[in-house]
């Protein structure tokens, strides 16, 4: 078994490492970990009384996202979505608060979709624009968090 590679890129390669013919062309289906995140995403709801909250969506798609942080001592203590979209934009957004979850607000903006992509091993090329959603909502809210207090840091 060959190792696996840190680039989501690597998951759309005609031929695996032992040189077996894999799928041609982009990944077209939702694997375990997608179907996972979004038969059960995780971290689903609202926190009523959030340090920071953010509204993102994407108006090419339709999809939109809600997401809400609680921060204690610089750290992500709790962290909360709605999501209104296809299954990647749900099960991208679990997966983006389970990335920023007990993060310092420092190491939390530093995810990329990137990250989100790799955490789940790929999702097809036609829907990482999903990726974006839950990154840039956690982004905007700790903008708001950093914003709507003396938080600057």
Known sequence: MGTKSNDWRELYKKKNEQGHQSLEGPVLFYNELVID???????????????????????????QMKLWIKVREGKISDIKFKTFGCPHAIATS???????????????????????????????EKKRHCSLMGVNALLAAIEDYQRSSSHNG
């Not at 009384?49 to 339709?62: E, N, R």
């Open 37 to 63: 995140h979004f038969s059960n995403p995780r971290n689903v709801g609202e926190i009523p009384d959030a340090d920071g909250c953010a509204l993102v969506g994407d108006p090419s798609c339709g999809d």
């Open 94 to 124: 679990s997966m983006a608060t389970v990335l920023a979850f007990g993060k310092t607000i420092a190491e939390a903006k530093q995810l990329t979709d990137d990250d989100v992509i790799i955490a789940l091993g790929g999702i097809p």
